[in-house]
């Protein structure tokens, strides 16, 4: 498909849209007070690093991103929310202590410097080319052969969570 | 195609919203009209021919309503949750190839997008019914998670045998190979897996329960719940999640007919494919109102053992018979 006309005064903000989802969401999921909002601010933010992988020429791992993130990790997350939570905003005095703070803040500002330094000075490779075009043989073949190692380690991990799942369950049973 | 690419987008878009806006207001007045029919009585017949303009006078009702916020509830929540159910039933049509032309974007893993952009409902049903601070709603929250959750798990087993059969995740690309004569359909493409009907049967009783309709309308069940996670929204509040129902009734029974049925192919050849494929989509849709006012409501754990106990293991089952049978032949 050719590129139309005067695309590139869509794309940009596209692109930007999709920027400013993934910080608003992130701002959202960590500064409201409400836990829901929180989960929200996550789904938002999943849909705008969806975008940004889409942008990367990986529509294949969006899609998967959305699939994931939204469809499970966040309902997930709100299900055990209401299961769980009284719904009004928690004021956790505790917390909020100015050396809490200043730890918080060193702790984030190294992890930031660090990572802003291994981005302008660290010895990158040249830059990627679409290697496949994410067709169903070309994930298959990837997950069977040269990644066949985390293929096997999530399915390990599944296992483990699943029994887990199963362990706690069975407990639970006999609770009352 | 000649038309230059932004207009054609744009007339796609447009089409899209006016397909899924007139769909939505017709499919409630065949809903109510063989509702009426099967319980023996006329249905609408006031609002002109056979009360054809009941659904716009629904519709006038529906936008001059006030729109109320309940007191308590999460206001911002509240207002986003059918924002947030609206654009992603919107944007799976421009997936969907209604015939080998007629298709916005041709996109090789559209058969995930789907399921991607399906998951957004279940989410703006569920904030719904928490945000709107009522008991009702929160009940109809959490029965819709489970049973999303317990049915998702078939209709996938279901998507990755086909996907075995078929070898791409294109939708188009799924309906070409179906070419010909409608033995070559998937649905009779009994070389592949012999258990195929079973395979449909799964996916439509999947696709009932995902779509919320009933005899797996647990969300909203009416008798019960008042209207679910719906209760409190007032005017197109509601008019909106209804829309967004129908149009993922349609979207479900698009995906059967492409995964099933051959899409746009014709059984005898004549007609454009395009009719073909609404010609199927209708009959289908027409079995789904059916099935709802035929069967009476299961009862949850019954929903939940049906998916568990039968469904999973019944797919399970097929899937692993297909990837066998592929394998032999």
């Known amino acids: 498909m050719t590129p139309f006309p005067a695309s590139e005064y869509v794309v940009l903000p596209i692109f930007i849209l999709f920027l400013g989802a993934t910080l608003a969401g992130a701002l959202i999921a960590v500064f409201t007070k409400w836990i829901i909002r929180s989960v929200c601010g996550l789904a938002l933010a999943s849909v705008g690093l969806a975008g940004m992988f889409y942008f990367l020429n990986s529509p294949f791992l969006a899609v998967i991103h959305i699939l994931i993130y939204i469809g499970a990790v966040c309902i997930t997350i709100i299900f055990a929310i209401m299961l769980a939570e009284p719904d009004e905003p928690t004021d956790a005095p505790g917390q909020h202590s100015l050396s809490w703070t200043l730890g918080a803040a060193a702790a984030a500002g190294g992890v930031f410097l660090a990572l802003a330094l291994l981005g302008l000075k660290g010895d990158w490779p040249a830059p990627p080319k679409q290697v496949s075009d994410g067709s169903v043989e070309n994930i298959g073949v990837a997950l069977l052969t040269s990644q066949s190692l985390a293929f096997l380690t999530i399915a390990l991990v599944l296992l483990v969570a699943i029994l887990g799942a199963i362990a706690i369950a069975r407990k639970g049973r006999h609770m009352e | ?329």
């Not at chain 2, 309709?213 to 209760?231: C, I, K, N, Q």
Request: proline content about 5%; aromatic content about 14%; some cysteine.
């Open chain 2, 1 to 329: 195609m000649t038309t230059v690419e932004p207009i054609r987008l744009l007339l796609f878009l447009v089409g899209a919203a006016s397909f899924v806006g007139l769909n939505a207001a017709y499919l409630v007045w065949v809903e109510r009209k063989s509702a009426g029919r099967f319980q023996r009585r006329a249905g609408p017949t006031e609002v002109g021919y056979a009360g054809l303009l009941q659904p716009i006078a629904d519709a006038i009702k529906l936008m001059s309503k006030q729109l109320i916020v309940p007191p308590g509830a999460d206001r911002f929540l509240f207002r986003m949750a059918p924002v947030m159910m609206m654009p992603p039933a919107i944007m799976a049509f421009a997936i969907l190839p209604f015939s080998e032309h007629l298709v916005a974007i041709d996109f090789n893993v559209g058969l995930i997008a789907l399921f991607a952009f399906s998951s957004f409902n279940v989410i703006a049903v569920m904030l719904a019914g928490w945000s709107s601070r009522n008991k009702y709603g929160i009940i109809s929250a959490a029965r819709v998670v489970s049973q999303n959750v317990a049915y998702e798990i078939p209709m996938m087993l279901v998507i990755i045998t086909m996907l075995l059969v078929s070898g791409t995740l294109s939708l188009t690309g799924i309906v070409e190979q179906q070419a010909g004569a409608f033995w070559n359909w998937n649905l009779f493409n009994l070389a592949a897996n012999p258990l195929m009907p079973v395979t449909f049967i799964i996916f439509f009783i999947c696709m009932l329960s995902e779509t919320n309709r009933a005899p797996f309308d647990m969300a909203e069940a009416e008798s019960e719940l008042v209207a679910g996670a719906y209760t409190e929204y007032a005017g197109m509040g509601f008019g909106v999640f209804f829309m967004a129902e129908y149009a993922n009734i349609i979207i479900g029974c698009a995906l059967a007919v492409i995964l099933f049925f051959g899409g746009w192919h014709s059984p005898i050849g004549v007609f454009p494919g395009v009719i073909w494929f609404l010609l199927k989509l209708y009959l289908l849709i027409f079995i789904v109102i059916w099935v709802r006012w035929t069967f009476p409501r299961t009862q949850f754990y019954g929903l939940l053992n049906l998916s568990w106990k039968i469904l999973i293991p019944v797919t399970l089952f097929t899937f692993l018979l297909s990837s066998v049978m592929i394998k032999i032949f």
